[in-house]
């Protein structure tokens, strides 16, 4: 689910740069100049701690799954499957154990945070309630909530007022609303997954960065006073 959040900052629709005719050896030459120097400038590089809090149920959501699957964690993506299992098993248990979904979600969302915020770059707010919590990515303008994403990976179904959707800019949110509904159908336990939704963060930072790109604007970094406007 995408929400558009009424902003200046950057317009227009995201979208790849499209030639006419096939690229001759020169455009080859150019295009991978380019891809090269995209590649580069996509770098993300070492981000700074998370907030305390944000850290300690990150490092729960690590012992959890260190005690029950014997696999240590690393903040790296492919090791968001190890959380896909978690959250299914948890999923089954919560009938008899419903008051350790709140420690689940809390856990396991910090966790995927952290991993998309050190893959593609962003600041943490994490003040009140798990429900008010938001990741806000730097080198594109999104914003969500990976507690939030947790939550409906439990449910399986969608969590009012978690804000687990996409907060984009209204100049955008159209384009990229077309670009993730061309995907592929899911059923609902690999939708909510965790591994999928940063997939999809993925797909959709880089559809971002590329309209950036072709309006001149690859420089741009977005600040936590650029979401709170």
């Not at 309630?129 to 994403?149: K, T």
Request: charged content about 30%; aromatic content about 8%.
């Amino acid at each position: 689910m995408i929400s558009g959040k009424e902003t200046d900052d950057v317009s227009g629709a995201a979208r790849p740069a499209r030639g006419d005719s096939p690229p001759d050896e020169a455009d080859e030459a150019q295009t991978d100049e380019s891809s090269a120097v995209a590649d580069e400038e996509e770098e993300v590089g070492p981000q700074p701690p998370p907030p305390e809090k944000v850290a300690e149920l990150a490092a729960a959501c690590v012992r959890f799954v260190a005690t029950r699957y014997g696999a240590a964690l690393d903040f790296a993506p492919e090791t968001l499957s190890f959380v896909d299992h978690w959250l299914r098993e948890a999923r089954a248990e919560m009938t008899e154990r419903p008051e350790a979904a709140d420690v689940v979600q809390a856990a396991a969302g910090a966790y995927l945070g952290e991993v998309i915020r050190r893959a593609f770059g962003g600041f943490w707010v994490a003040e009140g309630d798990h429900a008010d919590w938001r990741l806000e990515l730097e080198r594109v303008y999104c914003a969500f909530n990976p507690i939030g994403m947790a939550r409906e990976a439990l449910l399986l179904d969608t969590a009012d007022g978690w804000h687990a959707h996409f907060e984009l800019d209204p100049g955008e949110a159209e384009a990229i609303e077309r670009r993730l509904a061309a995907l592929p159908e899911a059923e609902d336990d690999e939708f909510y997954a965790p591994s999928t939704r940063f997939d999809v963060v993925s797909i959709l930072f880089e559809a971002l960065r590329t309209g950036m790109r072709a309006r001149g604007l690859s420089d741009v970094r977005f600040t936590p006073e650029d979401y709170a406007s």
